[in-house]
């Protein structure tokens, strides 16, 4: 302990224990965290003797202005989403790109930052990802080059606004319960600083971030990416093999699984086991050398001539037949199950011929991975068959070949669009101006989204991400315990004494790494709550700003650049870029450590220390 500071109390103990057990959860993931933030609620209740907590308090983080704000920008940025706006972006950004690989990246830099300041960031790059694996494809460039940086410019954005990210609006609550003087914020308090993180994150993101973006994945096809060459081939059926007249769950073997039967001028999904196999068809199948060799003799088939099968060939089929990425985004219901009890043949006419986590690519006795978050499959089906998995919402489609011809986007309805879009300026207008708080102004849009038929109550609710509402709901009365028991100023007293000899903004760059790195350990919420009563302790300590303390907090939990798991985007990329865990600090670290000194120096100059 040092010299002169305080001896902890129980009180104090207490609030530091079930803080630390909390971020143990958060960072090992033994529990969902959402489950992890109810525990640590339920927790402050029960040693309320300790915590000072009381069941009010508990739970007024599901009454906290954040989390209602929260609940409400979800279901506007649905009903944005409903109307095909966003979609059609991938028209303009094409033209824009004209086939170069740095104007598709500016473009996708540029659009979706400014974006995420105004829309949740999520959705945003949700619809992205596959536009952006698309135009990679056409411009010969690999999708690694371009994903980290969409999720790093949604991130970036979301420091424009007050309702950018979740994280802003729990700091502005959380400050003005800690009582620091100009929160909670106003829209537009903190965008001077947010352009300047946007401007500069920007700039990094189309120069450096891009020598040291490793192209993981090579512009080829699917087939490639997912480790399949020499796993597919062609076989023909003889008018004398044993498999004519078969099905196709008759025909298979545990060892040769058949994908697709061209007929004639037909090409046909074989994933279907009822179809039945006639002489003269051509089989594609997946297997290694030997099993096919062994088919072919067993079933008396004639192997033909051994040329890979492409991507474009297994996508034949006049629009019937796709083969496609697909990503198991959080939340999803196949997480924990293995590959064969998703049963999506039967369920969508899908077949998953291989899957990959990372760098890791499982290729043989697929059934049996056990699939989580993030991993990316690669699927082959018909168009509606992946239509209906993808409204299923299990499993987001990040790139699918076939399908029929490019065609142009289906035409919106201009009068409903321009009202999705008039309604989230209209909220954006009446909380700048202060003539609402922003939460009863975000419900008053949700209110005129149902009205004005943009979106129905069934979606509006499934548009909500209940797990980070609970998240939010549970981790903010853990910012209230560490206040009321002193275990803020504790810490607080801790901080200044070891920085006594730093300058003012020299603390106030530390609580920014602080935060920046624990928000890529736990949720950037989480950091938020853990940090902040310490920050703003610390600034009176030191005799600077909470306010600007508070700010740094702020900025930091929405650079969490450096883990995949850091923020939700990072994870949703992963996958389709291919990604290695050491390629987010590579391209991270240097962008976390640049905006340490942009957004404290920024911070001083504007606001002051």
Known sequence: ????????????????????????????????????????????????????????????????????????????????????????????????????????????????????????????????????????????????????????????????????TATNLVASSLAADLGVAGAPFSMFQFTPLGVVVLVVGTLY???????????????????????????????????????????????????????????????????????????????????????????????????????EVTEEELALGEGRDTLAEVIVPAGSGLVGLAVGETKLGERYDATVLAVRRGETLVVEDVAEAVLAEGDGLLVHAT???????????????????????????EPIDRGRAA????????????????LLPISIAALGGVVAMVVGDVVRPADAYDAVNWEVVFLLAGVIPLGLAMERTGAAGLLAAHVTAASAALPAIATLALFYLLTGLLANLVTPVASVALVLPVAVGTAGEVGASAFAFSLAVTFAASTAFMTPMGYQTNLMVYSPGGYRFTDYVRVGAPLQLLLTVVTTLGIAVIWGV
């Open 383 to 409: 168009q509606v068959g992946l239509d209906h998995l993808q409204e299923s919402g299990d499993l987001l489609v990040t790139e699918a070949v076939g399908g029929g011809p490019d065609v142009e986007p």
């Open 419 to 434: 009202l999705a879009v008039g309604i989230v300026v209209g909220v954006i207008a009446v909380a700048a101006a202060d």
């Open 205 to 307: 993101l189309l120069t450096v971030g891009q020598w040291l973006l490793p192209a993981r994945i090579a512009p080829h096809d699917l087939t490639e990416e997912f480790g399949l060459r020499g796993r597919l081939a062609r076989v023909y059926v003889r008018p004398s093999s044993p498999l004519v007249g078969r099905t196709v769950a008759e025909a298979r073997t545990e060892d040769c699984k058949i994908l697709q039967i061209v007929r004639g001028e037909e090409t046909l999904v074989a994933s279907r086991t009822d179809r039945t196999v006639e002489a003269g068809d051509v089989l594609t199948v997946r297997a290694d050398e030997e099993a096919v060799g062994a088919f072919v003799e067993a079933c008396d088939l004639r192997r033909l001539p051994r040329a």
């Open 1 to 164: 302990m040092l010299q002169g500071s305080p001896a902890p109390t129980a009180d104090v103990l207490v609030v530091f224990g079930i803080a630390a057990v909390a971020v143990a959860l958060f960072v090992t993931e033994a529990i969902p965290s959402d489950t992890t933030a109810l525990a640590v609620l339920v927790s402050l209740v029960v040693l309320r003797g300790f915590t000072r907590v009381s069941p009010e308090d508990a739970i007024s983080g599901f009454a906290s202005p954040a989390t209602v704000t929260i609940v409400a920008m979800y279901i506007l940025s649905a009903g944005v989403e409903e109307t095909g706006v966003v979609e059609r972006l991938e028209v303009a950004v094409a033209g824009f790109a004209r086939g170069d690989r740095n104007r598709l990246l500016a473009a996708t830099v540029g659009i979706t930052g400014p974006l995420a300041g105004v829309v949740n960031n999520t959705p945003v790059v949700a619809l992205f990802i596959p536009m952006v694996t698309d135009l990679a494809d056409r411009t010969h460039a690999s999708p690694s080059k371009l994903l980290i940086p969409l999720s790093y410019a949604a991130m970036l954005g979301g420091t424009l606004t007050l309702v950018g």
